[in-house]
C-alpha cells in the first residue's frame, strides 16, 4: 500500500484502508481498520490517522493468544529522507509527532500501521488482570486451577526466597 507524495492534492487526502496484520508470533492475520488524513506541506507530509484492530496476542504469563482490542489515534510527520532537519522544524516537546523519512516520493503505508499497531501494544500483555500463568513446573494453566507442585508449605522465613523465584519464574514466561 504504497502512497505517491507527489499524488497527494493540496487540500489533503483521506484514505480508508482495510489492512491484514499479522504480528510475529501470531498465526491468522487480522484486519486493521484505518483511516488516514493525509496533507503535504511544501515536502512534508502529514498523516494524522486512527486504527481500529482486534490483534491477537499472547499473555505472557499463560502464554495464550488472545485478542486485544486497539482503537489508537496517531499522527505522523515524515520528511524527504535526503534534507536534514533545520532547528526551527522542531515542534514543542510533548507534541511532538514521531519523525519519519520517506524517500523516492512513496511512502509505505502499510508499514506505517503496522508499525503504529506495533507501537500501542502493551510491553507485557495480561490475558485477565491477574492472570495465574501456568505452572513452571508441569505446566498446568493455572487460571483453570491449582496443580499439585506448588502445595508444599512454604516456611515464613523462606518465604521471601519463594518470592523471589516465582518472580524469576514470571520473568522467564515474558
Ligand atoms: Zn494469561
Ligand atoms: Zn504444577
Redesign the pocket.
Given at each position: 500500500m504504497l502512497l505517491t507524495v507527489s499524488d497527494i492534492p493540496d487540500d489533503g487526502l483521506i484514505q480508508n484502508l482495510e489492512l491484514p496484520i499479522t504480528l510475529d508470533d501470531a498465526g491468522n492475520p487480522d484486519i486493521a481498520r484505518a483511516s488516514l488524513k493525509i496533507f503535504k506541506i511544501k515536502n512534508k507530509v502529514l498523516i494524522d490517522g486512527s486504527i481500529k484492530i482486534d490483534v491477537s496476542i499472547k499473555c505472557v504469563r499463560c502464554l495464550h493468544e488472545f485478542k486485544y482490542s486497539l482503537d489508537e489515534t496517531f499522527k505522523e510527520e515524515y520528511n524527504p529522507a535526503d534534507e536534514p532537519l533545520n532547528e526551527g522544524d522542531q515542534q514543542p516537546s510533548g507534541t511532538e509527532p514521531d519523525l519519519g523519512f520517506y524517500r523516492n516520493d512513496r511512502i509505505d503505508l502499510a508499514e506505517l500501521i503496522k508499525e503504529q499497531v506495533i507501537l500501542s501494544l502493551p510491553m507485557k500483555s495480561l490475558c485477565r488482570s491477574g492472570c495465574q500463568g501456568i505452572?513452571p513446573?508441569?505446566g498446568?494453566d493455572l487460571n483453570k486451577g491449582s496443580?499439585?507442585?506448588?502445595t508444599e508449605e512454604v516456611d515464613p522465613r523462606l518465604a521471601p526466597l519463594q518470592k523471589l523465584k516465582e518472580s524469576i519464574n514470571n520473568r522467564k514466561t515474558s
Amino acid at each position: 500500500m504504497l502512497l505517491t507524495v507527489s499524488d497527494i492534492p493540496d487540500d489533503g487526502l483521506i484514505q480508508n484502508l482495510e489492512l491484514p496484520i499479522t504480528l510475529d508470533d501470531a498465526g491468522n492475520p487480522d484486519i486493521a481498520r484505518a483511516s488516514l488524513k493525509i496533507f503535504k506541506i511544501k515536502n512534508k507530509v502529514l498523516i494524522d490517522g486512527s486504527i481500529k484492530i482486534d490483534v491477537s496476542i499472547k499473555c505472557v504469563r499463560c502464554l495464550h493468544e488472545f485478542k486485544y482490542s486497539l482503537d489508537e489515534t496517531f499522527k505522523e510527520e515524515y520528511n524527504p529522507a535526503d534534507e536534514p532537519l533545520n532547528e526551527g522544524d522542531q515542534q514543542p516537546s510533548g507534541t511532538e509527532p514521531d519523525l519519519g523519512f520517506y524517500r523516492n516520493d512513496r511512502i509505505d503505508l502499510a508499514e506505517l500501521i503496522k508499525e503504529q499497531v506495533i507501537l500501542s501494544l502493551p510491553m507485557k500483555s495480561l490475558c485477565r488482570s491477574g492472570c495465574q500463568g501456568i505452572c513452571p513446573v508441569c505446566g498446568k494453566d493455572l487460571n483453570k486451577g491449582s496443580c499439585t507442585c506448588r502445595t508444599e508449605e512454604v516456611d515464613p522465613r523462606l518465604a521471601p526466597l519463594q518470592k523471589l523465584k516465582e518472580s524469576i519464574n514470571n520473568r522467564k514466561t515474558s
